[in-house]
């Protein structure tokens, strides 16, 4: 049971670089989401999904785009990446009922030169 | 403005010690409360809790919710080094949306 699985887990890019965070569960939960994580802050959501073809925004949105074309894929992107995106971000699951806990993905930290 | 505050913010024990961990929050449309022990990697799921005064237990952990007092506590009994870990509080919004809201954790560390 591989759960929420992320890659990379480790990534180093410079600024205005762009690239995809992957995120795949098995689950068949429909609600998946994107958050970040830094020092003093918690988790602060970025994204979120509540089924395919469906996704809307947290409370940092700003930089970042996603997309839902399957229940089991949910990918980040950053656009252009700046410094201040550097962090730690979770990939999570969930059913959408919020029966069940929410399933987290080991993390990508990633830094921004 | 939901919110969700957890206290202390940090916390030093010694080995044995029964430490107890604050989770209060103000949310409009409550649903359950979750808490989580994150260590190094992605933070791992310990008690939901839905229901008023029943207590829920795993080993040496257990955690009650008080919906009166908009609160729940998380109890460890003879801690252990392998106990030191962030512990997060979030409560999950019924509304539409479903969304969690997330305390700021209390950082937990256990000294031999």
Known sequence: NAGVTQTPKFQVLKTGQSMTLQCA????????????QDPGMGLRLIHYSVGAGITDQGEVPNGYNVSRSTTEDFP?????????????????SRDTGGRQPQHFGDGTRLSIL | ?????????SLVVHEGDTVTLNCSYEVTNFRSLLWYKQEKKAPTFLFMLTSSGIEKK????????DKKELSSILNITATQTGDSAIYLCAVLWAGNNRKLIWGLGTSLAVNP
């Open chain 1, 25 to 36: 569960q098995d689950m068949n939960h429909e609600y998946m989401s994107w958050y970040r």
């Open chain 1, 76 to 92: 980040l992107r950053l656009l252009s990446a700046a410094p201040s995106q550097t962090s730690v971000y979770f990939c999570a």
């Open chain 2, 1 to 9: 403005e939901d919110k969700v505050v957890q206290s202390p913010l």
């Open chain 2, 58 to 65: 795993s080993g040496r952990l257990s955690s009650i919710l």
